[in-house]
């Protein structure tokens, strides 16, 4: 990226600073707090990762809102709000698994116009400014070409939440699995997100995720050529109800499968 804005910068500095955070507690874990069930983890890193964040974007920036996960929203009279997951993929954390992000992301009025999503374990470093392409490690990205869905490599995740949606989820794995070369649980969105943008996957979708782990990385491969919309193509929602990020080649054909009649119930319609 030629010129790198102000806010990019900042962000490149404080992802690193929050990165080095993560790796410091990393394969050294001494204490894991449930969340909402025994299977939605926090921990130190967690907390401290979005502490970090939280302070310099304040200190920084005192007048702009802050959606983070693991703390009430500060919302304020301002055209920017900052959306952070501190880290995503905790569960990889938690088991010694160098699955795990920073994600952040700037959205100015209702447009996200920054995002960054740094994997400290692998040095890998991806981001994003409105209409000026997507970089990981300041090289220019951009997603496959595969045309067919026998030629692809997919990405998808569960929620925490066990329900009628969550038993039904299989049943797309499946039908994905049969038209595939596979698909992939990595267990952090914004990662799956970046990898669709660099080419690693060929597609992502998911449901029941949150602005946070969704908004940045929706930037990244937006700007690296992906098409990202809901999953019947209409424009996506940014609370992270349902994604689907594509290449752009496969959208329709994932779309197909997505929007069967049996998957209604994705959309709250029964
Ligand atoms: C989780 C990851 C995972 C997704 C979960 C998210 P967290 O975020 O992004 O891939 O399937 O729904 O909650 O809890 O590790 O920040
Ligand atoms: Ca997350
Ligand atoms: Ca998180």
Redesign the pocket.
């Known amino acids: 990226m030629k010129n790198k804005s102000e806010f990019l910068s900042f962000t490149l500095d404080l992802a690193k600073k929050t990165g080095d955070i993560q790796l410091s507690y990393f394969g050294n874990i001494s204490s894991i707090e449930r969340k909402s069930s025994n299977i ?2 926090l921990t130190k890193a ?1 907390i401290e990762s979005e502490k970090l964040i939280i302070s310099k974007i304040k200190e920084q920036y005192p007048n702009h809102s802050i959606i983070s ?1 693991e703390t009430e929203s500060n919302l304020k009279d301002s055209k920017y709000t900052w959306i952070i ?1 501190p ?7 938690a088991h010694n698994l160098p699955i ?1 992000a920073v994600s952040i992301a700037l959205m100015k009025e209702d447009k996200i116009i920054m995002g960054v999503v740094y994997n400290p374990a692998a040095n890998k470093c991806f981001y994003a400014e409105l209409n000026e392409g997507a970089y990981l490690n300041n090289r220019l990205i951009q997603p496959s070409s595969a045309e067919k869905l026998s030629d692809c490599l997919l990405a998808t ?4 939440l066990h329900d009628k949606k969550y038993d039904l989820s299989f049943q797309i794995f499946k039908d994905f699995y049969d038209k595939t070369r596979g698909l992939r ?6 990662l ?1 997100l970046c990898f669709v943008a660099m080419g690693r996957f060929d597609g992502f979708y ?1 449901y ?3 602005t ?2 969704i908004c940045a990385g929706a930037l990244i491969a937006s700007e690296a050529g992906c098409t990202v919309s809901d999953w019947n193509g209409k424009k996506f929602p940014k609370d992270g109800s349902r994604i689907l990020c594509t290449n752009s080649k496969i959208h329709d054909s994932m779309m197909k499968v997505l929007t069967k009649p049996e998957y209604k119930i994705y959309f709250n319609l029964s």
């Open positions: 939605d983890l967690d996960e997951d880290l995503d993929g905790t569960t990889n954390f795990f995740g569960f929620p925490y649980r990595l267990g952090a969105a914004a799956d998911e029941n995720l949150k946070w782990d």
